[in-house]
């Protein structure tokens, strides 16, 4: 009995240090957003003794976070879009195909070699690249964002595809259906809990990612996306933290409504697809 109420108390005792770990960058970086530099030189961690919005307002001066937000909603919008139409439809040709096909066993792996290679050994390749392309642009992220999703989507995929009985698609085929019109009738609406984790992940990714557009699109503030325009707050000597926790409070609050709505769909499409059948 004692020992049972020593694992509770451990086990809330981890939970409160687990929540103090969350709670306290929201809260650093909401107080700051609401202090002027001076209180943030005085102390970094106190409280400000009004909530000044001029930060807010210093961010939306100009135009440059529009500029920015409405890139960071082109480019992700766009990747959920190419995500959605071409990944389930290559991962349930590869998992129908590769149980007797060399050649789809073959890319099936390859693909699954890129989920262990960082993105720190690519990126100079992949900027090369892109810039060899005239790429360096929001479109041309895009093209690089669905590429480099492909991996861990297909993986996903056909681990979920294995897990949904092989004989209703068998069933359509002896009522006439062909190929395309199982897929899209049969197979493709019961990929939705997969999909769901894998455009949420994406789009979370996307959101907030920093490093692929600093190295693509950081050439013109015109291209800049919203973790670029509050980087740039800063100059050679020193850092504008009030406007840049302002500019990161404004760009945090969509994609966290958009998690908290849809974080059942995650859980819930993670689990589905954990176990091969």
């Known amino acids: 009995m004692n020992h049972s109420k020593s694992s509770a108390v451990l086990r809330h005792i981890l939970l409160l240090i687990g929540v103090g770990f969350i709670i306290l960058p929201l809260y650093m970086t909401i107080i700051t957003a609401f202090k002027t530099p001076a209180e943030n030189m005085a102390s970094f961690f106190a409280f400000p003794q009004s909530f000044n919005l001029e930060n807010f307002k210093g961010v939306l001066e100009g135009g440059g976070y529009f500029r920015a937000f409405f890139n960071t909603v082109y480019i992700t919008a766009l990747v ?10 290559m991962s349930y040709a590869i998992s129908r195909s590769m149980d007797t096909s060399r050649i789809y066993r073959i890319v099936y792996y390859f693909l699954l070699l890129g989920i262990f290679i960082p993105f720190e050994v690519k990126m100079m390749p992949l900027v090369k690249l892109m810039s060899w392309l005239h790429l360096l642009h929001p479109t041309g992220l895009v093209i690089l964002c669905i590429s480099s999703s492909t991996c861990e989507a ?8 294995y897990s949904i009985p092989k004989e209703m698609e068998e069933a359509a085929y002896i009522d006439g259906a062909t190929t395309l019109q199982t897929y899209t009738k049969v ?3 019961l ?8 455009l949420i992940r994406n789009g979370l990714w996307i959101w907030n990612d920093f490093m692929l557009p600093l190295v693509t699109l950081n050439r013109s503030d015109k291209f800049w996306t919203l973790t670029l325009f509050q980087y740039n707050f ?8 009030s406007r840049t926790f302002a500019a990161f409070c404004m760009s945090m ?6 998690y908290v709505f849809m974080q059942k769909n995650i859980i819930g499409g993670l689990t589905s697809g954990a176990v091969k059948s």
Do not use: C, Q
């Open 191 to 198: 990929l939705k809990p997969m999909m769901a984790t894998v």
């Open 234 to 241: 800063r100059t050679e000597y020193s850092v504008d933290y």
């Open 187 to 189: 197979v493709f609406p």
């Open 154 to 161: 297909v993986f996903l995929y056909v681990g979920f595809l």
């Open 80 to 89: 959920i879009l190419g995500n959605m139409a071409i990944m389930p439809a």
């Open 253 to 258: 609050l969509p994609i966290l409504v958009f």
